[in-house]
């Protein structure tokens, strides 16, 4: 994503990423987590403010603050950071809300020509709940990215 972008801290595994967003409401730290699903090579893509009370992520909190470009952009960058450390992976990502969903789909859709250029993105179609290429447009309940070697193109 061209857009401006946080930086970030990991861990040596790059399973867990840190940033602080600013903004207008101050300054709010964000998590992003990908943790190994029950199948091989899929990892859930987890993202929210740090909830200092229960030390994890809060994928509900709404911030507002007024720089979710910036955020949704640092987020993507950590699944390039990601998958140069797991280049077979398959990150697995929804909304925790419909309309987290839907602002996922729409960061895609923006960036689709982009994004292509060095991943198969895949939405679960909200009709027949089966997987597709992903199609600018089409409402999804759910995405699936891997590295286009991972597809065969």
């Not at 909304?95 to 993105?121: C, H, P």
């Not at 997987?131 to 193109?153: Q, R, V």
């Amino acid at each position: 994503m061209n857009y401006p972008k946080y930086q970030y801290k990991s861990e040596r595994k790059f399973l867990h990423f840190e940033f602080i967003s600013e903004g207008a409401k101050g300054l709010i730290p964000k998590i992003v987590e990908y943790t190994e699903t029950e199948q091989t090579n899929i990892y859930n893509l987890g993202f929210g403010d740090y909830d200092k009370k229960t030390k994890s992520i809060n994928d509900l909190s709404i911030t507002n603050n007024g720089d979710s470009l910036k955020v949704l952009a640092t987020v993507a960058s950590t699944v390039y950071a990601f998958t140069e450390k797991y280049p077979k992976a398959w990150i697995f990502a929804t909304g925790s809300t419909n309309a987290r969903t839907r602002l996922y789909r729409m960061g895609i859709t923006n960036n689709l020509a982009e994004i292509q250029k060095d991943f198969k993105v895949f939405g679960l179609t909200i009709e027949n709940n089966v997987w597709e290429e992903f199609i600018a447009g089409e409402d999804y309940n759910a995405f699936l990215i891997t590295k286009k070697e991972n597809y065969g193109n």
